[in-house]
């Protein structure tokens, strides 16, 4: 390939995220291809900095000042990790991108989505992924895994249902407005049986990328 494949997952909180793409990780590598794991925020140094500002900070933060503080950590990400493998030939698999932001800063902060979308393109210089697979979950199961597995919460999951509904509405607008880039999956649905259908998908991905 003389340009690698950019994944990202989205999806909210207790989704499954993190063990989807780290059987994809481990599926692709055994094919040969070489994987970057990335991830926003706190994909780099600078990012793990902003990480803990934006999501262990106590107090009030503006919305705005939220949506740059993470448009900021994007920048920087694609700037210095995704891009440049992305020219390797790479396959970048990313937890969380531009998305979202405009499910959460844009639908949960109640910002302009649009605004907030073309705030993340202006900071990645218009860097869309190949595809993204959305994950989706109904929010008091999505918090169930939270309970089971998490003993602080950060300021985003902390946020009341009515958030966390706005998110999910808007992450399904998102995937119904580009069909041809999202995967949608019932991430109520068993592990394998996920893996396996964004394993179909991606090997399409490859298949294509290298005609």
């Known amino acids: 390939m003389t340009r690698g494949l950019f994944l990202t997952f989205e999806g909210g909180d207790g989704s499954g995220k993190s063990t989807q793409s780290a059987l994809l990780t481990e599926w692709l590598t055994a094919q040969g291809r070489t994987v970057v794991h990335a991830r926003e925020p706190g994909g780099t140094e600078l990012g793990l900095e902003l990480r803990e500002l934006v999501l262990h900070r106590r107090g009030y933060m503006a919305p705005r000042a939220e949506a740059l503080i993470y448009a900021a950590d994007r920048a920087h990400n694609i700037a210095t990790v995704v891009r440049p493998a992305l020219e390797r030939g790479d396959v970048v698999i990313q937890d969380r991108y531009l998305d979202s932001s405009v499910a959460y800063q844009g639908a949960g ?45 950060d300021r985003l999951e902390a946020e009341a249902a009515d958030f966390h509904h706005r998110v999910r509405e808007a992450y399904l607008e998102l995937a119904d407005a580009e069909p041809e880039r999202f995967l949608v999956l019932d991430a109520t649905e068993p592990v394998e049986v996920l893996a396996e259908r964004i394993r179909g998908r991606v090997s399409d991905l490859l298949t294509y990328s290298a005609s």
């Open 109 to 153: 902060r109640v910002l302009d989505p649009g605004e907030v979308r073309e705030l993340s393109l202006w900071a990645t210089e218009g860097l869309l992924p190949d595809l993204t697979v959305l994950l989706d979950i109904d929010i008091e199961t999505g918090r169930a895994r939270l309970d089971d597995a998490r003993t602080r919460y």
